[in-house]
């Protein structure tokens, strides 16, 4: 590695700590408050340069090993730009910009190169093929669901609320990842890639179901 290579993967690191603990801190504190916005920027910030950095030594040096990284990196950094620029989108009538239809674009293809790249380690038997696909099926699938969203105006006037909870979680599901991808040695890799989103996925949507039942009971009530 070169001398620039070597800080670009320091500065990477970093980053991804600071992106793990500011994500802990956006999700115990309370949704809305003061705390939760400061952690919530810092984790996008820190997340952000985490992608960048990715892409830079992907430049630096592009094997497979790499580009899968890149890939990964366009990937996870969507689920977080995504579930910060909804904020933006609060009422029906707002619609995506140029930024939006941008970022969904590069998802789309990146689900797509996963894809592809998992296919060809699955005909030649390598079982990390699994790692590829799943995240490429979702990056496909999330993309091509958002660019159908982005046509239409929302109907749920909270379903930006319920936007954000699902996009930043599964980007913090992405930051445990490639935590857990690099520390965790004493698990199969194909273990250390998946398990947080096995575990992840069904928080978020209990999480979102909890938050869609107190807003049910709310319009109740006031129906009452």
Do not use: C
């Amino acid at each position: 590695m070169t001398l620039v290579e070597d800080a670009t993967l320091g500065i990477h690191i970093i980053a991804g700590f600071v992106a793990l603990f500011a994500g802990i801190g956006a999700i115990v504190t309370t949704k809305g408050g003061l705390r939760h916005r400061r952690a919530g920027r810092v984790y996008v910030g820190g997340m952000a340069v985490v992608a960048l950095t990715s892409l830079l030594l992907f430049v630096f040096d592009p094997t497979p090993s790499r580009t899968f990284l890149a890939l990964v990196a366009v990937f996870s950094y969507y689920f977080v730009f995504s579930g910060y620029r909804v904020l933006s989108r609060k009422r029906p009538t707002d619609r995506p910009e140029t930024a939006d239809w941008v970022a969904v674009g590069l998802l789309t293809g990146a689900g797509v190169g996963l894809l592809a790249m998992g296919g060809l380690l699955f005909q030649s038997g390598d079982r990390f093929a699994a790692v590829m696909l799943v995240f490429g099926a979702v990056g496909t699938g999330f993309g091509l669901k958002d660019i159908r969203a982005f046509r239409r105006s929302r109907a749920d006037s909270r379903e930006w609320f319920y936007e954000h909870i699902g996009r930043m979680g599964a980007g913090y599901i992405a930051t445990v990842t490639a935590f857990s991808s690099v520390n965790f040695d004493f698990l199969p890799p194909v273990a250390a890639w998946l398990w947080p989103t096995v575990v992840g996925s069904p928080l978020i949507y209990l999480t979102i179901r909890k938050y869609k039942r107190r807003s049910s009971s709310g319009h109740a009530q006031a129906a009452d």
